[in-house]
């Protein structure tokens, strides 16, 4: 069958150094990758504070070694302990500074610390099961700076209470954060259900991390949501730069020939990785 090509492609959940952990590239040699595979743009996500200040230095550095083309860097704030948590300010520092993604927490939320036998962390609701104040707060910020709102690891019952909050507020651009992923552990049948309700984005992504430098394929789940879903509502994300994963460019292009040759068109492939992820970036 023929060979998918990654020209014009958007990934916006890459993990890069600088970070706590090791990564597979730099934010320059994952810029580097990006361009020589003729990708569109890449947004860089850490779990430990904001990326759109090192997406900027990886632009301007882009821009004055081969002046102006097509590849753009973005990045985001994830809303863990790093930042405060539910830190209104500090959301409202990012998106000033180009932020295009607020995560909710990751690695900080009580779900996933849970799922690792941890104790503590941030819950996006009260002990009613409504959104926190601060949260509508933040959810306020995104829309007024037309950024995309992520569920990060969050549990599927806040997740659904967040995006009907959200939604009634009058925010579109949600994007639900790996809905695969055994932390985050949403059935099929509720990935399903939030998209009907809601019409939001699922993230599907390349693997997931079982544990102990483990890493689990996701692509035969993928395809079988992608199918349940369609792909109007379905970004191809890889989470990639982990060293244990192939290098980002590599797992990219992986993940969308196993779809193609299961039968998903290049029609499909480019509305989940290019129109859906382009139309929420605003660089359609």
Known sequence: MDKVSLKGVIDLHV??????RERAYTDFQLMEAGRRVGARAIVIKTHHGTTMDRAYLVNEYNKKVYGDNNFQMFGGITLNAAVGGFNVVAVETALK???????????????????YGKIGGIKCIDKNKRVLPEVEEIIKLIIKYDAILGTGHISPEEI????KRAKEMGLNKIVITHPEFWVVGMSHEDQIKIV????????RCYAQPMGGGVYKSNLEDNYEVIKKVGCNNIIVDTDGGQVENPNWEIAFEEYMQYLYDRGISKEELEIMTIKNAAKLLGIE
């Open 196 to 203: 009907k309700e809601y019409d939001v984005y699922l993230e």
């Open 160 to 163: 659904f209470i967040l995006v």
């Open 15 to 20: 993990h890069s150094h600088p970070d706590i």
């Open 97 to 115: 500074l180009g932020a295009k993604i607020v995560w909710m927490p990751t690695t900080y939320a009580e779900n996933h610390l849970k799922a």
